[in-house]
């Protein structure tokens, strides 16, 4: 398979069209990219109709299957669901052609990556694992990108001219998807805990004294701010969270190591996820002003027998 010369007429297939998908499609496009492709679970169901408004509104040509996308793309990014990562490269890999790149960036745990990676080279193709360091939003195209694998080195630059913002961190598959687990152990975890902590405060009526008193302990946080935000993340994104962390629960276990915190955290990202999609918790995609509000639906949830 002989590539363009110029990445910038490569066709880039790009599975999983959720919010990143559509950041990336946007930037894609308008860094020049003639032909971006996108492959959603959603599409064919009830809930397309935003995900074909926005393919037309920037000229992103939508697939049926993996199979079709994979097979027209010199290179996929794959940007699903953690327990979905494997599945997609199996279901990716049989239609990819020789010399093909394959951009993993999912969340999901070492063993995880390496079992994708297999899929992959099979078929002659090259794997290289992502891993994303902190919220895309903020950053788009250029949030802090990890990459990993023998093939990481002959991608980078490739990526950057298309906007991406990585660096090579290793040539050996597995190292920086354990880098963003263990990092989300703490991060996903904070999240959970500050729901937990601040929500029960709020039934016991003594948040005030709470968040002064972690205002006092770790004077650099806006408890009040990090708050609000860390309710509106996990309302808005709780469920692929939860998936999240179950592949940091599994990335623990591969250390050798019970998953105690990780386990803990995905039940309550789970939950508070359940919440979200029955309705308990107001509009999901609003920002978040008052952590309190969250915290008081939550709260009148133990009463309801829904």
Known sequence: ????????????????????????????????VADVLACDIKLGGPDEAPLLEHAAKHGVKLTASHADLASRADLVISAVTASQAVPVAEACAPALRPGAWFLDINSASPGAKIKAAGCIAAVGARFVEGAVMTS?????????????????????????????????????????????????????????MVIESFTAARAYGVEKEVLASLAETFPGIDWEKQGAYFFQRVIQHGRRRAEEMCEVAQTVREAGLEPWSASGTAARQAWVADLAERGMLGERNLPRKDWRLDADRILATRNDKR
């Open 136 to 192: 895309v939003p903020p950053y788009r195209i250029r949030v802090p990108l990890l990459l990993g694998g023998p093939e990481a080195a002959p991608l980078m630059p490739l990526l950057s001219a298309f906007g991406f913002e990585g660096r090579v961190a290793s040539a050996k598959l597995g190292v920086v998807s354990a880098t963003k687990m263990c990092r989300s152990v703490m991060i996903k975890g904070l999240e959970a």
């Open 1 to 32: 398979m002989t590539l363009p010369v110029d990445p910038l007429q490569w066709t880039i297939g790009l599975v999983g069209y959720g919010e990143v998908g559509r950041i990336l499609a946007e930037d894609l496009r308008a860094r020049g």
